[in-house]
């Protein structure tokens, strides 16, 4: 098993973007600056020595470079040594709406940004209990399959957005579903699902598939993530808001909780309902729930010693550096001169 100590120290790979656009910018500037001067064949004359390939050999070692330096700092560990043990606990799913009504803003900064931080803020508070979590817009998918690691399931969650599922909708019931299949019920641990969804235009019959989760002992709670009075549906670009959605008459879209469906899914899944609000997001109270469940012992196998690899990628890193260093900026001469196809006349 492979995991990172510092693994928030991956986000400086972002600036690798950045850095390709400042080159190309740079690049681009340079060579409008070397047309200004004049023909470019009679420039090119003056100045023999200017390579305008190598810059860019020298910027991709630097690339290269950069990313093993930001790897190597996140200190990427292997596991050596598997434990195996029992551990007493219980399995529990997060469906998490991803649908585009989500994106209101009537719970700071977002309906899913604000869910997302909950479920971070719950993943912390876990010790024993496995988690898995399924988004679901339109259609559901398993996110991350049950588990007992916590940091990988704190990494997928940082990557869900709205656009992760391609198809619109809320499709509750094919998320219920999705979890039912996705739980292991060999190993008899107690069950639980947790729901987080504004339940704004849900497409199929909810209530059936958590009362068919609820036969199968199975608890679903609801978390109400918005507002009863709703909040208008931002459009993006960019990652930045540029305005409201409008429906055919030209009028904001506002989106509401539907707070009367999901109370008759928690009541169907024989769990609690909640609202989440600004100040609290409720999972308290579902967590209450959950620790009262009966707590089963099952196999566990778990890494126990680990070691460190970041010294290989920081050697990597500086034998780039270095190949980056002796890469001169400037043409060989000699070596141009050079034609090895050339045929000469006799």
């Not at 309906?111 to 719950?122: C, F, T, V």
């Amino acid at each position: 098993m492979v995991r990172f100590e510092h693994i928030e120290l991956l986000w400086a790979l972002m600036a690798i973007p950045l850095f390709i656009m400042l080159f190309f910018v740079v690049r681009r500037w340079k060579r409008r600056a070397l047309a200004s001067l004049g023909d470019r064949k009679t420039v090119l004359g003056i100045i023999p020595e200017v390579s305008f390939k190598r810059p860019g050999i020298k910027f991709v070692f630097f690339l290269i470079a950069f990313a093993s330096v930001v790897l190597g700092a996140a200190n990427p560990q292997i596991g050596t040594k598997i434990e195996e043990g029992k551990k007493s606990g219980a399995d529990l799913m997060i469906l998490l709406d991803v649908s585009n009504s989500m994106l209101a803003a009537d719970l700071a900064p977002s309906r899913l940004e604000n869910a997302k931080r909950a479920i971070s803020q719950l993943i912390d508070n876990m010790h024993n209990d496995r988690i898995g979590i399924i988004i679901f817009a339109g259609e559901a998918y398993v996110q991350l399959p049950i588990t007992t690691d916590y940091s990988a399931a704190k990494l997928f969650l940082n990557n869900i957005t709205t656009d992760i599922v391609p198809t619109q909708g809320t499709a509750i019931g094919a998320a219920i579903d999705m979890g039912m299949k996705s739980f292991d019920f060999v190993n008899g641990t107690s069950k639980a699902m947790i729901l987080m969804t504004d339940g704004e235009n849900h497409e199929d019959d909810a209530v059936i598939a958590a009362k068919s989760a609820s036969a199968k002992n199975v608890d679903i709670h609801v978390v109400g993530v918005g507002s009863p009075e709703g909040s208008p549906l931002p459009i993006y670009q960019n990652g930045s808001p540029v305005g409201f959605r409008k429906d055919e008459a030209g009028q904001t879209v506002i989106s509401k909780l539907n707070e009367e469906m999901c109370k008759e899914v928690a009541a169907a899944g024989n769990g609690v309902y909640v609202r989440a609000t600004n100040a609290s997001s409720g999972l308290n109270i579902v967590m209450d729930q959950v620790n009262k469940m009966e707590k089963k012992t099952y196999d566990s196998k778990v890494f126990k010693n680990y070691e460190d690899r970041f010294q290989f990628f920081l050697a990597f890193a500086l034998i780039m550096l270095l190949i980056e260093f002796f890469i001169s900026s400037k043409k060989n001469l000699k070596l141009s001169e050079v034609n090895l196809f050339e045929v000469k006349k006799s």
